[in-house]
């Protein structure tokens, strides 16, 4: 009297004898042993339209209105483009769709998602390294912007004045070089107390009030000072915050989203009306899209391109394989990661134009080249933008309205990435370990353990420690390293041809052979290419170009970056040592897929994708199950 999938398999199972050697579903889709009726759905998402907001919230992020424009002003401008946009198609968009889809056909985490060949699941344990890294400094950024807004709430910006506390003797606030282009002025006085001579050494109060007054920045990494209370308590607000976000799971992320995801384009659309109608914008803009052919020789252009598009498209923290999970079955992920690598590029190629009208007009207001108005590092948010509204008329209003979007814009990704590492916890305990709160509690847990973690980067020495999570834990080698071995497990040992069925099966067509042709041989390529770039022209990390960081401080960077990319090939070593057999039977073995029980339901049960469901499933269950079929 009952038809699905459930009834289907308790059949099977019942035939089997008592023993339940068919499986079923848990709550996360993945394999248990003799499962019956009445296990419940994995959770998907109310409309599908919160899914593509939350991977809008998730990759739309600092990475595109901080680090993007970022790079490009470290990297000559407009030829940063090239390689950026080169890289997109063959490697930015191939993996971005091969994460989703595989998200989306396997219904699992970003562990369980590698049940698709078991012997590769220490890619879902390097994954969830690299998120929990990623979201134990990321958050960082949140609590400086946070620090900001607060600070915004005063009749004159803190940091548009000189004679604070804070501010040394060369600050100045407006910079007079145009009075200056005479030699014979060298000591005449221009502004404020200061000679033309003496206007090389003077400093913005903008970077004053973050170096000085935010970082309250020590001389070197081995000088960790004191803990900055007011940025601890921003960094327990904004913390409190992500946990409310995550804690009841996609169907209240995938509301809170529509509002964090739209908003900050408001704000960057009335900033750029703004900074174009300044003096010296048209610089800035020209030298954003006016490429200087020389760089492309540089290998650190290629370099940094590579990493940029796989940090902001998030590929490889299992954060989209997460979403793509909540997915209906039959949702076209194809056409979703298209118009979603659209909006990412979209969006940080947007704010470029914004950041570069801004430092156009510093350099105009301080008399020297773009290429030297701001320090380049993780700061420059904090130097251009808060520049931008200080220039606006009501300022701190502008200023509130500016923090409160970096605030939303880095929230977003936050906590859809505490929401993927949670979500693989999770996905490794069997339903029969369900806890009312289970979730509740892991969130919890995962919140404290990285805050705790964060106490090393509010001190005085606080952003030495950020720039070592930011430079090997999160980006760079360790995500190409992931990218390469997702391809070549999809590729080359589960098939890339039987993948592009799969993908057949569940969107309804069969997309374009580039993809195919990506994952098999370019993007491998791409991938192993900029990683071998990046060994050979290694350099030492250095902060603001100025300071070199210590032998030690580097031993503990390489740590951060190992211990992800070893759990690939320790974790395959363990698997093949245990297994019992020849080579070639361990390897039949550990390589064959592990089928949740929505695939029985969605995908034309043969002999093969049955036999993978148990061991002991013989030739009289088939024929059984396919007539009920």
């Not at 040394?168 to 009075?179: D, L, R, V």
């Not at 020495?461 to 497990?489: H, K, N, P, R």
């Not at 070199?548 to 690939?568: D, H, K, N, R, T």
């Amino acid at each position: 009297s009952r038809t699905g999938p459930d009834s289907l398999l308790s059949l099977v199972s019942a035939v089997g004898g008592s023993t339940g050697a068919c499986s079923g579903p848990d709550k996360k889709g993945s394999v248990v042993t003799g499962a019956g009726p009445g296990y419940p759905e994995r959770e998907t998402w109310t409309r599908q339209m919160d899914f593509m907001m939350s991977c809008v919230g998730f990759a739309v992020g600092l990475g595109n209105v901080w680090r993007f424009p970022y790079l490009c002003y470290k990297n000559g401008g407009g030829v940063f483009l090239i390689p950026y946009l080169l890289i997109v198609f063959v490697g930015g968009i191939p993996i971005f769709f091969l994460e989703i889809a595989l998200g989306q056909f396997m219904k699992a985490g970003s562990i369980n998602v590698w049940n698709i060949a078991p012997l590769f699941k220490g890619l879902g344990y390097a994954s969830m390294v690299i998120v929990f890294f990623c979201n134990t400094y990321y958050i960082m950024v949140l609590a400086w912007g946070f620090y900001y807004l607060i600070k915004s709430f005063s009749a004159t910006l803190p940091w548009s004045t000189c004679g604070n506390e804070w501010n040394s003797e060369n600050c100045i606030e407006s910079f007079h070089h145009q009075n200056c282009n005479n030699a014979s002025l060298a000591n005449v006085t221009v502004s404020g107390n200061m000679t033309c001579a003496e206007l090389a050494d003077a400093r913005s109060p903008i970077i004053e009030f973050w170096e000085n007054k935010v970082l309250n920045i020590s001389s070197g990494l081995d000088e960790a000072g004191s803990i900055s209370w007011e940025l601890t308590l921003c960094l327990i607000a904004v913390w409190v915050l992500v946990y409310f976000c995550v804690w009841k799971g996609v169907k209240s992320t995938g509301k809170i989203v529509y509002f964090t995801a739209t908003f900050p384009y408001v704000v960057l659309i009335i900033l750029l009306v703004r900074g174009v109608t300044l003096p010296g914008a048209y610089d800035g803009i020209m030298y954003y899209i006016k490429p200087d052919w020389s760089k492309l020789e540089e290998a650190q252009v290629w370099i940094d391109a590579g990493t940029q598009i796989f940090f902001s498209y998030a590929i490889g923290l299992g954060a989209l394989t997460a979403l793509g999970s909540y997915n209906r079955f039959n949702n076209d992920c194809y056409k979703d990661a298209f118009v979603l690598a659209l909006i990412n590029s979209g969006t940080s190629f947007f704010a470029g134009f914004v950041v570069f009208s801004i430092l156009g007009f510093m350099a105009a207001e301080q008399g020297v080249d773009i290429s030297q108005v701001a320090e380049s590092g993780p700061g420059l948010a904090f130097i251009a933008y808060p520049k931008a509204v200080s220039l606006m008329p009501v300022a701190p209003l502008w200023a509130a309205l500016f923090f409160f979007m970096l605030l939303l814009l880095g929230l977003d990704s936050q906590f859809v990435g505490v929401e993927g590492f949670v979500t693989g916890i999770l996905d490794l305990f069997p339903e029969k370990y369900h806890h009312r709160y289970k979730r509740e509690i892991a969130v919890a847990i995962c919140c404290s353990l990285c805050f705790i973690i964060d106490l090393s980067m509010v001190t005085q020495g606080g952003m030495y420690v950020f720039q070592l999570f930011d430079y090997y834990s999160a980006s760079g080698m360790t995500l190409l390293w992931q990218a390469f071995w997702e391809c070549i497990v999809v590729a080359w040992v589960y098939g890339a041809d039987r993948f592009m069925d799969d993908v057949a099966r569940m969107i309804g067509y069969r997309p374009f052979p580039w993809m195919k042709w990506c994952w098999s041989f370019i993007t491998p390529c791409v991938c192993i290419g900029i990683f071998l770039f990046h060994l050979v022209n290694y350099k030492p990390l250095t902060y603001n170009n100025v300071y070199v960081y210590p032998w030690w401080g580097e031993v503990i960077g390489w740590c951060l970056a190992l211990s992800s990319m070893l759990c690939i090939p320790v974790s395959l070593l363990y698997k093949l040592f245990r297994a019992k057999g020849t080579f070639k039977e361990r390897w039949a073995h550990l390589t064959s897929p592990v089928w949740g029980a929505h695939h029985l339901e969605y995908m034309a049960p043969d002999m093969k994708s049955l036999s993978s469901l148990s061991p002991s499933t013989d030739d009289n269950k088939v024929i059984i199950f396919e007539s009920v079929m």
